[in-house]
C-alpha cells in the first residue's frame, strides 16, 4: 500500500456485519432534510462523501442496498438497520452516514440541502449554506 492508499477512515453498522474502509478525502458533511433522509433518519442526515473507488466493503455479511428512486440506492445492515450509504447511481462518489464512521474528528457540517422539505420541530440557526433542494454539486469537495 503506498502512502496515497492508506485508509483515512473506517466505519461500519452497529452490529458489526457491515465494514468499510475509505483511502482518500472525505468531503465535510453536509444535513440533507429531504423527506427520505426524516423517514429513514427520524430528521436529517448527516452525510460525508467519498469517491466510489476509494470505499472498499471489507465485511459485507449485512449488507443491503434498496433503490429509492431511479437516481440512488441506499445501503443499510440487514440485521441491526444501520443506514450507512447513499449511493447514487451514475455518479463518482457515494454518501456516507457521518454517525457510522469510527471518528469523526477532522470532519464539520459545512451546510444543509432539501431546507425546503424539512421537519418544522428542526430549526437551522448555524448560518451555514442552506439550499431548498439539491446543492447541485456546490459545496466545496462535493463529488459529480
Excluded at 476509494?54 to 440512488?72: C, E, H, M, Q
Excluded at 449511493?87 to 474528528?105: K, M, N, R, V, W
Excluded at 425546503?116 to 431548498?132: H, M, N, S, W
Aim: with cysteine.
Amino acid at each position: 500500500m503506498t502512502d496515497t492508499q492508506k485508509t483515512t477512515a473506517t466505519g461500519g453498522c452497529l452490529c458489526g456485519a457491515v465494514r468499510y474502509e475509505i483511502t482518500g478525502p472525505l468531503r465535510d458533511v453536509v444535513n440533507c432534510h429531504c423527506g427520505m433522509c426524516q423517514k429513514l433518519h427520524g430528521s436529517f442526515g448527516a452525510h460525508t462523501k467519498a469517491l466510489k473507488k476509494n470505499i472498499k466493503i471489507t465485511r459485507s455479511d449485512g449488507l443491503a442496498f434498496y433503490k429509492t428512486s431511479d437516481v440512488a440506492e441506499r445501503g443499510y445492515c440487514r440485521d441491526c438497520g444501520s443506514s450507512l450509504f447513499w449511493q447514487p447511481i451514475e455518479l463518482d462518489a457515494t454518501g456516507i452516514l457521518a454517525g457510522s464512521l469510527d471518528d469523526t474528528s477532522g470532519l464539520k457540517t459545512m451546510g444543509h440541502i432539501f431546507v425546503g422539505e424539512k421537519a418544522e420541530f428542526v430549526e437551522i440557526t448555524d448560518g451555514l449554506p442552506q439550499f431548498k433542494a439539491s446543492s447541485d454539486g456546490a459545496f466545496t469537495g462535493d463529488y459529480r
